[in-house]
């Protein structure tokens, strides 16, 4: 194909495109123009998630906010269903005028594709790849997804179903992620390309022929980049049109959850990538004319001088700022202070194979850890007590408010764990701690990805830097630390409970590798890894299909994190904290209580740099999953008494305590995080049903099970005990008596309770005690300490039955760290911190003082 005749033919194929009428497609969308910032620079666009955004389609309240949409009840359901059919009708019209807009941007395609070939190609392939990345693979997924809706719609009735297109079509956003991350970088090849191409700027400026009847004819400018935005633009198009059609649904019909997963999924697809496309993210103008943009900022805790400092670090386009609020009268207009700068051409990040030994890190004990999320719970539960009792006190919720912000922001600044170190070239290297690995990769990525610009070093004036710092308080994003006391009263408080999670696959590695991912959850203003799955080696499409059940305090968010496992023994004598596996993807969702909290596992996608995550879950509210369900059973060995195991086995301890004990000292008491970590639900429930049976292949098992799973199933034998080892009987008087504040009367009391206990009970306790105390003689390794085997297994070993009585025990959901637990942990923690307890010798003693505890 000969140059002269391409130029010919790109512009007649520009001027074949189809009619465009943006009005029908339910707004305008934003021009190329309309996305400059203040500026001039160009900005990736924000997506709206709002229901707002279509008025026309979207119900809103007297006060002008969206109405969570409500399926027809009744007699409404006739004309829920005709209303369902007009939506579908309208989106699927601008399905078509989508459909066209796509063939549109891929006509020019094929000709300079083969161009590309020739001795004078218009764009090079690279080019060519860039600008049109992944439009075809959106225009064959909607196509497909119109050509399926359509039939539906032309032979309408009750019984037609479409959930499942829309929830297909949602599961393939990963293919959006890729076009919304490469959207800017086309954007600007695209314009450069223009600029430099005479030919291509005829394809990019083209004048679009628009006929809205037969006598008006109008011409309409549209810069290539406006196209382009189009499928950013439907994204949020479709979400709306969810919102309508599950309004227009009833409940009992097939398609509400099909649609009601297809929503989550679209919403939690449109606030992952509003994360990375904030709005508020505006410019400074330096003195010299330039444009210095805000990337990023957080709230981190600093390492200075082995203090501990919470600072708000601001991520500029050229620069990393560390900044501190400064003290300021009331009244007075808040202001930072910079501690100091690093221009991004100077910045690394250290790790302990090129830099000194680690600073000496301020450490609280884990037990005082535990004790502050102790006090902040009790004081929630009070907050919601005040305001209960209606005496307009304010005063007091003012004061519990205040101390309750002081427990958390010392929580918060003493938590975090997990190094980051930063390096100044021509200076000073600089730690952070952060508590979630997650975290720290963000913050990694987001400057890595600028230091692949042109990037100048460069050296703030005293003027310069004041203009800069005084600016952060416009710019800021994150503007409160992330403590309860700083929310709105109408915000979610999160969910207490067990989510149960499913991991099922993970597709879209282009190398073999071996893959591993863990889940996070916040709790108390921070993200803990609460669970990891196996590691399944050497390939690229692992199937896990693992179960979790993670315990939630307060948590809105579920994070997954995918790694590749090193086996390089070289590199695993770092810090302790460390993690050297290389993240291959992260992504997160939100835990809606109103989606989540229903007895059906709800399918879920996280998209995550091109690669796809598959996982399940459900959510079990505290209150449900304390309750120790009395049985008759005599068969097996879970929820049967303990004395009636004994007997059968003719032992003194019951056998699947020993072997699981066993096991984990042999090859678990170096895991970091054993006890703590989830094991995968159907190992547990495997071994659950191999221990029942008495299966002679248990052994077997056990050396071939993840030790996670072994360490759950010991504490869910101890959980399905259909009383607790520690016997209902006694629970009160356990409370009374470590609530002693005499040293001699505490040890006289918690004695004559442990030898009131029947021998079963008391023996199988005295074997798990010198247990767990073998497991936190490594906790330098295995980050195990007494108390937090305590926390682990206190409740565990007292919680009583489901009573009358005990029914008084659990109040609101939130209140998890009640009294009673945090007194079911110090029982615990008595006995593990107490001298070897020989039972020989505790049955010879005798008290001078009356049984009657």
Not at 288 to 303: H, M, N, P, S, T
Not at 318 to 340: F, I, N, P, S
Not at 417 to 439: A, C, M, Q, V
Not at 513 to 530: I, P, R
Request: hydrophobic letters at 35%; charged letters at 25%.
């Amino acid at each position: 194909c000969e140059p002269k005749f391409l130029e010919l033919y790109l512009t007649l194929l520009c001027f074949l495109l189809p009619d465009f009428n943006y009005n029908t497609d339910g707004y305008e969308g934003d021009t190329a123009e309309d996305r400059k910032s203040q500026d001039g620079s160009e900005t990736m666009p924000f997506i709206d998630e709002s229901p707002t955004m279509s008025p026309h389609l979207c119900a809103q309240g007297q006060d002008g906010e969206a109405v969570s949409p409500t399926p027809p009840e009744g007699g409404d359901t006739e004309k829920g269903l005709e209303m369902k059919k007009l939506v579908l009708s309208g989106f699927l019209a601008s399905e078509e005028i989508y459909i066209n807009q796509l063939e549109a941007l891929l006509l020019p395609m094929k000709p300079l594709k083969a161009t590309a070939t020739t001795s004078k190609p218009v764009l090079t392939m690279e080019q060519i790849d860039t600008i049109f990345f992944m439009i075809q693979d959106i225009f064959e997924i909607h196509k497909e997804f119109y050509d399926a809706l359509s039939p539906n719609i032309q032979q309408w009735d009750e019984k037609v179903t479409v959930g499942h297109l829309f929830q297909k079509l949602a599961s393939q956003l990963g293919v959006y992620k890729a076009f919304v991350d490469n959207y800017k970088m086309a954007v600007e090849t695209a314009e450069k390309c223009s600029q430099a191409n005479s030919q291509f700027q005829k394809i990019s400026e083209v004048r679009y022929f628009m006929t809205y009847d037969d006598s008006i004819n109008n011409y309409l400018m549209f810069v290539f980049a406006a196209l382009l935005y189009k499928p950013i633009d439907r994204v949020t198009r479709s979400t709306l049109v969810l919102h309508d059609l599950l309004k227009h649904t009833p409940k009992d019909h097939p398609d509400f959850p099909l649609l009601q997963d297809a929503l989550r999924i679209s919403q939690n697809f449109l606030s992952s990538i509003n994360e990375e496309i904030d709005p508020r993210r505006t410019a400074v103008t330096t003195p010299k004319g330039e444009v210095r943009q805000l990337v990023k900022d957080g709230f981190l805790v600093e390492v200075s001088e082995g203090t501990r400092k919470l600072r708000h670090v601001f991520l500029f386009t050229d620069l990393l700022l560390c900044a501190k609020m400064k003290k300021t009268a009331v009244g007075k207009h808040q202001q930072y202070e910079c501690k100091w700068y690093i221009p991004l051409a100077d910045l690394s990040f250290q790790t302990l194979d090129d830099s000194d030994s680690l600073p000496h890190v301020q450490t609280l004990p884990e037990h005082e850890i535990e004790e502050m999320k102790i006090k902040i719970s009790i004081i929630k539960s009070d907050i919601q007590k005040e305001k209960k009792a209606q005496k307009g006190q304010s005063r007091n919720v003012d004061r519990l408010r205040k101390k309750m912000n002081e427990q958390e922001s010392c929580l918060l600044l003493h938590s975090p764990t997990i190094p980051f170190r930063i390096h100044n070239k021509h200076g000073k290297s600089y730690l952070f701690l952060l508590s979630s690995d997650y975290e720290r990769s963000e913050w990694r990525e987001s400057i890595q990805k600028l230091q692949k610009k042109d990037l100048q070093a460069c050296v703030l004036s005293s003027v310069e830097l004041q203009v800069l710092t005084g600016s952060c308080f416009k710019l800021r994003t994150v503007h409160n630390i992330p403590v309860t006391s700083n929310k709105d009263d109408e915000e979610s408080p999160g969910l207490y409970g067990f989510l149960h999670v499913i991991v099922h696959k993970a597709t879209g590695f282009k190398e073999s590798a071996n893959l591993y991912c863990t889940l996070e959850v916040d709790s108390f203003g921070y993200f803990v890894s609460k669970a990891k799955t196996r590691v399944f080696r050497d390939t690229t499409e692992p199937q896990w299909n693992e179960e979790f059940e993670i315990e939630l305090e307060g948590s809105q968010c579920l994070r997954i994190l995918c790694y590749e496992k090193c086996y390089d023994k070289t590199k695993l004598n770092k810090d302790d904290n460390e993690i050297v596996d290389k993240i291959m993807g992260k992504g997160q969702v939100q835990l809606d209580p109103q989606t989540v909290q229903s007895k059906n596992w709800h399918m879920d996608v996280i998209e995550m740099n091109g690669i796809k995550v598959e996982f399940s879950m459900k959510f079990t509210s505290r209150d449900l999953s304390l309750k120790r369900t009395p049985s008759k059973k005599q068969s097996g060995v879970f929820g049967v008494k303990i004395s009636v195991v004994t007997k059968r086995e003719r032992s003194k301890v019951p056998y699947i305590v020993r072997q699981c004990i066993e096991e984990v000292e042999k090859r678990g008491i170096d895991e970091v995080g054993i006890y703590r970590i989830s094991g995968v639900a159907t190992d547990i429930q495997a071994l659950k049903a191999a221990f029942d049976a008495n299966t002679k292949d248990i052994l077997m098992m056990l050396s071939d099970m993840d030790i996670n799973a072994i360490a759950g199933t010991l504490k869910l034998y101890f959980r399905e005990l259909p009383e607790p080892l520690l016997t209902d009987r006694l629970y009160p008087a356990f409370m009374e008596g470590i609530a002693l504040s005499d040293p001699a009367a505490k040890e006289n009391c918690m004695m004559h309770l442990l030898r009131s206990l029947p021998d079963p009970n008391l023996i199988t306790f005295l074997t798990l005690l010198e247990h767990l105390k073998r497991v936190a003689e490594k906790e330098p390794v295995n980050k195990m300490s007494l108390h937090n085997l305590a926390t682990v297994f206190g409740p565990t070993l007292l919680r009583p039955s489901e009573s009358e009585s005990s029914k008084a025990h659990i109040t609101l959901a939130s209140d998890i760290w009640s009294h009673d637990v945090m007194a079911q942990v110090q029982v615990l923690l008595y006995y593990l911190q107490h001298p070897p307890i020989s039972f020989a010798e505790l049955k010879k003693n005798t008290l001078y003082f009356s049984t009657d505890v």
